[in-house]
């Protein structure tokens, strides 16, 4: 196999349209030769959401500029790449496919392998392009629709320790973040109000904090939230409404946070004790400092991927396809794409089911 691996990936799961060459290092890290994205925000705003078939209609129009731009980019021709990684799932059907095709497409004109990734493991192997970390790592995936901590044993080896039985951490920012009046995706809005105001002004609900393990729940804060949304005198309680949400947040976080990585140290001996923090939700600079502080209270080293690397790219598809590659993981031009994929397949599915604890 060849020294440094480069490789295209491609990323159009839900509303970013994204391509990215990587290159790996001869120190196991990745160098990002390009790195573009394309963000569909003005697109769906007005419907205060991601709609699906725009999505997919703006995936269409954009999907071959922002490839030839990310390749154009990179200085490398299409001969030098040794792969093509495209997102497979979970996600949206009808972006997916749109990333998808154009990758298989691609792979089989330049008879290149082709990788078909789960953008889950993207963000889950994402601080690997940046930081030399062992597994198995402590996972803790924050993002818009996932919330969960998972043990990292090795490319394609999950262990789920935990999850959301409800929303997800980013779906629970923005909500909130639009009964404050804030257009979508409000979660980077949310932490800039929150500088503006007073954390201890509202007392919000800390659902299971004690019971469920390392599960988290966020669906009773949601209504603790929209009761409280309704008799706001101000605008300054509507930036201590974001301040006291986040930091609940950032309580319940650090308490089961806490939890997991006792789950995680007892189910194997010789730890690294990397705790790992990805997806868009890591972008938030206080949940940062308070997952840092956790990390620093039981001895473990917290890894966080740049700002640029939480949020959905094709850089971390890009890489996910090397990891997989390196270990003979390639894929069929017959692989279809998947609304549902979880890391761990052994973990039963939770979201709204009820949990039995
Ligand atoms: O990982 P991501 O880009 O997409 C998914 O795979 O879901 O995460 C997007 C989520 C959105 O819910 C967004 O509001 C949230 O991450 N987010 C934040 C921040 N930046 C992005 N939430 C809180 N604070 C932030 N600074
Ligand atoms: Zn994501």
């Known amino acids: 196999m060849k020294e440094k691996l480069i490789f295209l990936g491609i990323e159009t799961s839900c509303d970013e349209t994204a391509a990215s060459v990587v290159r790996e290092k001869a120190d196991g890290t990745g160098e990002i030769l390009s790195n573009i994205v394309s963000s569909q925000i003005d697109e769906h705003k007005e419907f205060g959401g991601v709609v699906p078939e725009l999505a997919a209609r703006a995936h269409i129009e954009k999907i071959e500029i922002i490839i030839k731009k990310a390749v154009k980019e990179s200085g490398i021709n299409l001969s030098n790449l040794d792969g093509i990684a495209a997102t497979a799932g979970p996600g949206l059907i009808v972006c997916l496919t749109v990333g998808l095709n154009i990758g298989k497409a691609i792979a089989g004109s330049l008879n290149k392998p082709f990788l078909a990734i789960n953008h889950l493991e993207g963000h889950a192997l994402s601080p690997k392009i940046s930081n030399k970390i062992k597994f198995p790592y402590l996972l803790l995936l924050i993002s818009g629709g996932h919330t969960q901590f998972l043990e990292v044993n090795g490319v394609n080896n999950y262990k789920r320790l935990g999850t959301t039985i409800d929303d997800a951490l980013g779906e629970a920012f923005d909500k909130t973040a639009k009964l404050l009046g804030i257009e979508f995706p409000g979660g980077p809005k949310i932490e800039q109000w929150a500088k503006k105001g007073d954390e201890n002004y509202f007392k919000l609900p800390k659902p299971i904090l004690k019971i469920g393990g390392c599960n988290l729940s966020f669906a009773g804060l949601k209504t603790a939230v929209l009761k409280t949304s309704k008799i706001l005198k101000n605008e300054k309680e509507k930036y201590n409404l974001a301040a006291s949400f986040q930091k609940t947040i950032n309580e319940i976080l650090y308490e089961k946070t806490k939890v997991a990585m ?18 868009g939700v890591a972008s938030n600079l206080s949940i940062r400092n308070n997952l840092t502080e956790v990390a620093k209270e039981k001895n473990f080293t917290p890894i966080f991927p740049p700002i640029n690397l939480c949020s959905d790219n094709a850089a971390m598809i890009a890489w996910a396809g090397i990891e997989r590659y390196k270990i003979n993981l390639i894929d069929d031009l017959k692989f279809s794409s998947k609304a549902r994929w979880p890391l761990d397949s052994s973990a039963p599915f939770m979201k709204g089911a009820g949990l039995k604890f």
């Open 262 to 279: 006792k789950v995680f140290l007892k189910n194997k001996e010789n730890k690294n004790k990397f705790f790992v923090i990805a997806g």
